[in-house]
């Protein structure tokens, strides 16, 4: 290589190591990754980052698949973000492992930061992380972990914005859905609480309902909705919403004149429903807020962790309340 | 840490990078592993890859976001499925990056297998990847690519399928929804040639509908409706099948009546829908078979790039067409 691009085997390597210790001209480093490229040069991130003592590898959660339309498009505008200011940014499952040991297994790959999302991590693994060489730990979720900065995502202020809306309507007798997936009570369980609260020291009351993502289970759940006296619904999110609204159709109950329905996430699907659904409309941070907060932690590892409250939730009326 | 387990040093060096060379008892191990536990240490997984000159490192293409539920679970049961093999999956987004380029990024990384998805990856980006150690690059839709393997993802079948079905339906003038949204092209040009291969010599007529997934975009669509004269659609998917038939019922067209619709997906979205929407339900290979595939192809480099057809599609018909 240094022959084809004229110039000595030592100037090759600072070149490609991104030395920053030794002066080389703009010219010799385009001529030396011209070379590079035509002998087909790939260097090796792991090598590259044993050298440097850190990587520019930036660990974040793979999109969970029951989390929804909107969550997904977050992380994948953070992903786009994050690569814009030259992270190699990397999604990490969290398949069979969890907490602590799933720390471990991303601790191996040496990020540069690591991203966590709602999954029991707790200061042991941060502790682990950080002593790997992670600069930032961040966690995006409804609680905040020691030593890791936190964007606390209330997801109790859309379950009480859902529930101060259908008491304001004029309900009284509140079902609230919590979906029997797994991975999904980490955003069911603060929702729940949220209504709770919204109605604490009222004179509704508050009926859990259990309901599976299937025609059958929507069906059983609809079949003893006179039995329930129910008089509104916090249907979880805007498919859940559609799965119950329909199977109420079915039994001949209606939205909203005798029980009142309201989604969450504005999903273009609650547009286009008869009655139009209403929904709460769920505001994420944007992937370029994000991506900076954690480009800032890395250039700055010694601050002391940051907590964000990063989540909006606001009622969208439609006609199903 | 050789203290803690009562070994020597040399003995805590083989069990933790996992030398074969020498024998070391079981409970020496356990001893070893434990101490290491204790004492937080995390192996580096470069510096262990550069020693073993190949990682366990699978890439796979992160979900791309416009790609829908059905391909989304697929990504998803095959990592889990890696994961069960003792590999370590990440995935990897090519924003930003394209073809060979996407391949150098990849490459740095030294994965042992690479998996890819659509877009664009040739001869080049194959030999890259393979020069850089990766023992099996597996394509995954509608084309192969020199060198790898291929699974073959033949969307066309899922066009042919439909076109058939509605020409079988007794529609002669059929429409053929092309989403306009970035990053669908290969999923929706072999879906239309299908189409096109199914109406082949006989007496029917195709019609492209550009649509984006917006309910202008629809509502736009519907109000030329009448003048297009079309009496059946191929919607594309189920979510643009919903899009396309409210913006219809919108404008008084009834359906099956005066237009037939068939998506594809087999969401359970189409059975929540009134009329129920006919679709092509979409068989996509097993995550684990394809891990098993992935695995072969590491464990034995040498054998020559294998070609599989992996998609089944079949028509449910339901009220809709």
Chains 1, 2 share one sequence.
Request: some cysteine; glycine content about 10%; proline content about 5%.
């Amino acid at each position: 290589m240094a022959r084809l691009a004229g110039v000595s085997r030592a100037t090759v390597s600072y070149v490609l190591n991104n030395t920053s210790a030794v002066r080389i001209s703009e010219p010799t480093r385009r001529r030396v990754h011209e070379a590079a490229k035509e002998l087909g040069y790939v260097p090796h991130a792991a090598a590259r980052s044993l050298r440097a003592g850190h990587s520019r590898l930036v660990l974040m959660p793979a999109p969970s698949f029951p989390a929804g339309p909107l969550y997904s498009r977050f992380l994948g505008d953070l992903q786009l973000a994050l690569g814009r200011l030259d992270y190699t940014v990397v999604q990490h499952g969290s398949i069979g492992l969890h907490g602590d040991e799933a720390a471990r297994a991303w601790a191996e790959l040496r990020p540069v930061a690591v991203l966590v999302s709602g999954s029991g991590l707790g200061p042991k693994g941060v502790t682990v992380l950080k002593r790997s060489g992670a600069r930032a730990v961040v966690s995006l979720g409804p609680d905040s972990v020691e030593g890791a900065h936190a964007l606390l995502m209330d997801y109790e202020a859309v379950g009480h914005s859902a529930g101060r809306h259908l008491y304001d309507r004029g309900r009284r007798r509140i079902g609230v859905v919590v979906p029997q997936e797994c991975g999904l009570e980490s955003f069911s369980a603060p929702r729940l609480e949220g209504v709770r609260r919204a109605l604490h020291g009222t004179d509704a009351t508050l009926t859990e309902l259990p309901l599976a993502y299937t025609e059958e289970s929507a069906a059983r759940l609809a079949a003893r909705w006179r039995d329930l006296g129910l008089d509104a619904v916090f249907a979880y999110n805007d498919e859940y919403a559609m799965l119950l609204m329909r199977a109420l159709a079915d039994e001949g109950v209606r939205v909203p004149a005798d029980t009142a329905v309201i989604g969450a996430d504005d999903l273009m699907l609650g547009r286009l429903l008869r009655p139009r659904l209403s929904t709460v409309h769920i505001e994420l941070p944007s992937g370029r807020d994000l991506a900076e907060l954690v480009d800032r932690a890395v250039r700055d590892p010694g601050t002391a962790p940051e907590t964000h409250k990063v989540l909006g939730a606001t009622v969208v009326h439609r006609e199903s309340s």
